[in-house]
């Protein structure tokens, strides 16, 4: 059964301090890996899309990577505005289904 | 991007009752999505809804709770019926582009049922 998996499920990190979140895939030929954010109380916010290994693609301290299994996305430098839910989707293999995980709870304290 | 409203905001809903959920975007879109968020749960496809033909619903979905209409190229409503506390959810609509594949996202209906 194609799925992604998130992790880790929370994350808190101090203003400043960088680090990564995961988004690991077992679909049978990924036709786009993507990345929003999800303020409480609102709708997710498209980041990025991904389609093949290698790719990246960047925004601001926001950096989204992905490899054959799994998809990065790398936090430079955070700052407690980036406070929110991280989500990964794929695409299904009808077009514009989106088949999300579970998301990745982001807090930056000052 | 396409600006994206639903109406209405919240409600707080009566077992039983019904709520129709309306998404309005500003601009003409090929495709027009509805989910599912349950309380601490990430989002689940409930249906696509297709201009001028029936909806293609997920597995789980059915149309007799959750009859979808697209009258247009910028307008659908999405009804949840008969309800019960367990579809107390914050329900969003999205839209794609035939090419673009990038989705965007309503701000959400926020639906307690009590």
């Known amino acids: 059964e194609d799925q992604v998996t998130q992790s880790p499920e929370a994350l808190r990190l101090q203003e400043g301090e960088s680090s990564s979140l995961n988004c690991s895939y077992t679909?049978?030929?990924?036709?786009?890996l993507f990345w929003y954010r999800q303020d409480p109380g609102k709708g997710p916010e498209f980041l990025f899309t991904l389609y093949s290994a290698g790719e990246e693609k960047e925004k601001e301290r926001l950096k989204a990577t992905l490899t054959k299994k799994e998809s990065f996305l790398h936090i430079t430098a955070p700052k407690p505005e980036d406070s929110a839910t991280y989500l990964c989707a794929h695409r299904g293999s009808t077009l514009g289904r989106l088949y999300f995980g579970r998301g990745t709870q982001l807090t930056v304290w000052p | 991007s396409a600006v994206i409203s639903q109406k209405p905001s919240r409600d707080i809903c009566q077992r039983g009752t019904s709520l129709t959920i309306q998404c309005q975007v500003d601009s003409q879109v090929t495709m027009m999505f509805w989910y599912r968020q349950q309380p601490g749960q990430s989002l689940t496809l409930i249906a696509t809804?297709?201009?001028?033909?029936?909806?293609?619903?997920e597995s789980g979905f059915v149309i007799d709770k959750f009859p979808i209409s697209r009258p247009n190229l910028t307008f659908s409503t999405l009804t949840v019926s008969n309800m019960s506390p367990e579809d107390s959810s914050i329900y969003l609509c999205s839209v794609a582009e035939e090419r673009a594949y990038e989705q965007y996202f309503g701000p959400g209906t926020r639906l307690t049922v009590t």
């Open positions: 809804a297709n201009q001028g033909s029936e909806a293609t619903y």
């Open positions: 679909v049978s030929g990924l036709r786009g």
